[in-house]
C-alpha cells in the first residue's frame, strides 16, 4: 500500500494533529494557531487615502478568531510615498483616525495587528 492509498484524514483528525492549528509563539505574541493574514494592498482607500468602513468590515471579519496574527496592508507614510491610487497613508489625523478604528476593532477580539 501506498501512501496514496491511505485515506484522508477527517477534519477532527486533521485540527487535533496539524501543527497549523496548534497554538505558537511569535515574539512577544501568543498566537491561537499558525495561520497568518499576509499583507495585502488592496487598493480600496478613498481618494483622500483614508480607509473607510469597507476596510473596518474586512479587517473585523478576518479578526474573527482570537489569537490570530494579521499582517496588515502596505501603508503610505508620506504623500510622495505611494504610487497607487487609493491605497491607504497614515500621515494625516484623519487617516491616523481610520487606521486606528480598524485597529480598535481587531484589538476587542485579542488579535495581533
Do not use: C
Amino acid at each position: 500500500m501506498n501512501t496514496f492509498d491511505l485515506p484522508a484524514p477527517t477534519t477532527f483528525e486533521m485540527s487535533v494533529t496539524s501543527k497549523l492549528f496548534q497554538p505558537t509563539r511569535v515574539g512577544r505574541m501568543d498566537l491561537g494557531h499558525r495561520i497568518v493574514l499576509s499583507p495585502l494592498t488592496r487598493l480600496r482607500a478613498n481618494k483622500d487615502h483614508v480607509h473607510g468602513d469597507l476596510a473596518l468590515e474586512y479587517y473585523t471579519q478576518r479578526a474573527s478568531t482570537p489569537g490570530t496574527l494579521l499582517i496588515t496592508e502596505a501603508t503610505a507614510i508620506h504623500p510622495h510615498a505611494g504610487g497607487l491610487p487609493h491605497i491607504p497613508f497614515i500621515y494625516t489625523d484623519e487617516q491616523i483616525r481610520a487606521w486606528r478604528r480598524v485597529r480598535s476593532s481587531t484589538a476587542l477580539r485579542a488579535l495581533f495587528a
